[in-house]
């Protein structure tokens, strides 16, 4: 039985209950449950959202449908890094979410069964082209709603301080020079070259997963192909020159980044305490809403020394596919639908997207105001290449949590970059072995 074996999945994830009640908040209640009383509208949507970035907008989108519409919206926000876990919990309950996420083909194998075909919906019929669709054979088990781009986020007026330009940064080499430099007159500046590259689990992600894309991106050029069995490791020379390059040239020691957060890293670049923020085009609004204006913001690509670097242009894809819950009433089935195709068509729903989204792949897209996407098309634009998202194609949490740890062993001085290689390489192997 499909919850039985969801169970088996996440045991663990039941004891995460309490504290996923208090990491997210309802548009009709205090939880999945408040949301049964429909005052006589059909259906009900419980989204179980993937972004604690998006929480906020997400919740006020949500009321609004409600009050056109009389169909209660609850949006419940799993804590950064236990959104699996999370799902294993919630999707048992009575009240389980009846829109979630998945990250790819990866994620799909997990939770293919619950999965909704959604071929032949108003919220399919939407998008600007089927490669925006995840397959699961025939079926179109999700959809793919945001097109996002990261890179290194750059503080243009600072950088200007130390005496440099954009155009000064056109490859890793050219990186290294200007960060060294900076932290050479870190007192004298009174500013560091990059934010703490934390890796507790609101932050690690970064580096775990969006920096180890790039080796494997690299390797997968190479050998022209799009998955693997097994990595090779070639450029983990590279992953290790760009690590390095972050945790020697930042405003913490290498040693107190097990305890940094992401709070921590964006507040220090908010606050003007570093030149380099490695993420995504999601924060640009959380920086805009804290002070900072476009004038001092633009996006760069994270060169480690591979490839046509002057030719590089961001990294971007997606790993967002919304999935509808095939467990759920028909009635709850065609109210998410519905309240997706009304997020992605009106006015209200695509602008939020697109706002605190980044650029939706549908027919009736608003178009954004978000610089960092507006750096992504100018690169595209000038005939870059931008790096295509592979962490779909990682075997596992378990080996991003490998990698995680080994990486933080290395950066405090407990573990060495063999320690690194191994969990990557051989961690690769034996994840996909076991989950295949």
């Not at 195709?341 to 105001?369: C, H, N, R």
């Not at 790096?387 to 490998?402: A, D, I, Q, R």
């Not at 970059?417 to 390489?425: C, G, K, L, P, S």
Request: with cysteine; glycine share 8%.
């Amino acid at each position: 039985m499909k919850r039985k074996r969801v169970l088996a999945l996440g045991l663990i994830a039941m004891m995460a209950a309490a504290t996923f009640a208090g990491c997210g908040s309802s548009a009709s209640g205090d939880s999945a449950g408040d949301s049964a009383s429909t005052d006589g509208a059909s259906g009900k949507v419980y989204y179980l959202n993937f972004k604690p970035e998006a929480d906020e907008a997400w919740q006020e989108i949500a009321k609004q449908y409600t009050e056109e519409t009389g169909v209660p919206v609850t949006v419940i926000t799993a804590a950064s890094g236990t959104y699996e876990e999370t799902l294993s919990s919630e999707i048992v309950k009575d009240e389980a979410p009846t829109l979630f996420q998945v990250n790819g083909p990866v994620g799909l194998a997990n939770w293919a069964d619950y999965c909704y075909d959604l071929k032949d919906s108003s919220l399919y019929n939407e998008l600007t082209s089927d490669s925006f669709a995840l397959y699961n054979d025939d079926a179109v088990a999700g959809i793919a709603y945001v097109i996002e781009s990261y890179g290194i986020i750059t503080n243009t007026k600072l950088l200007e301080q130390a005496g440099y330009t954009l155009e000064d940064i056109q490859s890793f080499d050219d990186l290294k020079k200007v960060a060294e430099d900076i932290t050479a007159r870190k007192d004298e500046l009174g500013f560091a070259a990059f934010t703490s590259a934390g890796m507790d689990g609101s932050s690690d992600w970064r580096f775990k997963t969006h920096l180890a894309n790039l080796p494997i991106y690299f390797e997968y050029q190479d050998k022209g192909i799009d998955s693997t069995d097994a990595i090779e490791g070639k450029y983990l020379d590279n992953y290790k020159a760009i690590w390095d390059l972050y945790i020697n040239n930042a405003t913490c020691k290498p040693a107190d980044l097990a305890g940094k957060t992401g709070d921590d890293a964006e507040n220090e670049f908010a606050d003007r305490q570093a030149v380099f923020y490695q993420n995504g085009s999601w924060e640009y609004a959380n920086l805009t809403d804290k002070g900072m204006t476009d004038d001092e913001l633009a996006m760069i690509p994270i060169y480690v020394g591979a490839g046509d670097e002057k030719n590089q242009g961001l990294c971007t894809g997606t790993e967002n596919f919304w999935c509808v819950n095939s467990e759920a009433s028909e009635e709850d089935i065609q109210a998410t639908i519905d309240f997706l195709t009304w997020m992605v068509t009106s006015d209200a729903g695509t602008k939020m997207l697109s706002e605190q989204i980044g650029v939706i792949p549908f027919k009736k897209a608003a178009d954004t105001t978000n610089l960092f996407v507006l750096n992504d098309r100018a690169y595209t634009e000038a005939g870059k290449t931008p790096v295509s998202w592979n962490f779909t194609t990682m075997p596992s949490e378990e080996w991003k949590n490998g990698v995680g740890s080994a990486l933080t062993a290395y950066a405090a001085g407990t573990g060495s970059w063999d320690d690194v290689v191994t969990a990557f390489v051989d961690g690769w192997a034996s994840e996909y072995a076991a989950s295949h």
